[in-house]
């Protein structure tokens, strides 16, 4: 199994240039997760899904959107990028199942900056 | 919703010292509570969890305590190593919501 895999790894966009992040993930996963770190900071949740074609806000939303139109794919879209989105990015998936344990799974992260 | 505070938000231990990290919550319904250990650039990645039906759980030099009643929960490294050194998270979940609840993280150093 790949686990988590995002991509791009690293990308610079000008402000009010818009880019998709990817996320799959291959354990069959319904949970998954887009959290932001800014440097130094925890991890805040963005959006979050149970299941394909279900999606729902996380902490902080605005300025995001998503997608989850199968188990393994899970794309965040930032419109109009603004310098407060620089930040890491991580998706993550869990199986939230008691027979299959409630783990997250981080993918390895995408590196934005915004200028 | 859930609010989970963590402390201390750094710590400098010797090598070879304890390191202890505290964790409380505020949802009586929360039943996992997951430890992650992040180095520099990398992923969060699980270290140990617990589930409420138990007090404390065991692996190596890593072990995590739980107090229901009082809602804190601890991460406990014995025989630090440098290695340790690193960011720790902690978080928590119930079986019927969908979200985790992280703390604010502890920047962990162990000094040789």
């Known amino acids: 199994n790949a686990g988590v895999t995002q991509t791009p790894k690293f990308r610079i966009l000008k402000i009010g240039q818009s880019m998709t992040l990817q996320c799959t993930q291959d354990?069959?996963?319904?949970?998954m997760y887009w959290y932001r770190q800014d440097p130094g900071m925890g991890l805040k949740l963005i959006y979050y899904?149970?299941?394909?074609?279900?999606?729902d806000k996380g902490e902080v939303p605005n300025g995001y959107n998503v997608s989850r139109s199968t188990t393994e794919d899970f794309p965040l879209r930032l419109e109009l990028a603004a310098p407060s989105q620089t930040s890491v990015y991580f998706c993550?998936?869990?199986?939230?199942?008691?027979?299959?344990?409630?783990?997250?799974?981080f993918g390895p992260g995408t590196r934005l900056t915004v200028t | 919703g859930e609010n989970v505070e963590q402390h201390p938000s750094t710590l400098s231990v010797q090598e070879g010292d304890s390191a202890v990290i505290k964790c409380t919550y505020s949802?009586?319904?929360?039943?996992?509570f997951p430890w992650y250990k992040q180095e520099l650039g990398k992923r969060p990645q699980l270290i140990i969890d617990?589930?409420?039906?138990?007090g404390e759980k065991k692996d190596q030099r890593i072990a995590v305590t739980l107090n229901k009643t009082a809602k804190h929960f601890s991460l406990h490294i014995t025989e630090t190593q440098p290695e340790d050194s690193a960011v720790y998270f902690c978080?928590?979940?119930?079986?019927?919501?969908?979200?985790?609840?992280f703390g604010t993280g502890t920047s962990l150093t162990v000094i040789p």
């Open positions: 354990m069959n996963h319904n949970y």
């Open positions: 978080a928590a979940t119930t079986n019927t919501g969908n979200q985790f609840y």
């Open positions: 949802d009586s319904a929360s039943n996992y």
């Open positions: 617990i589930r409420s039906n138990v």
């Open positions: 993550a998936s869990s199986p939230r199942r008691r027979e299959l344990g409630y783990e997250q799974y």
């Open positions: 899904s149970v299941g394909a074609g279900i999606t």
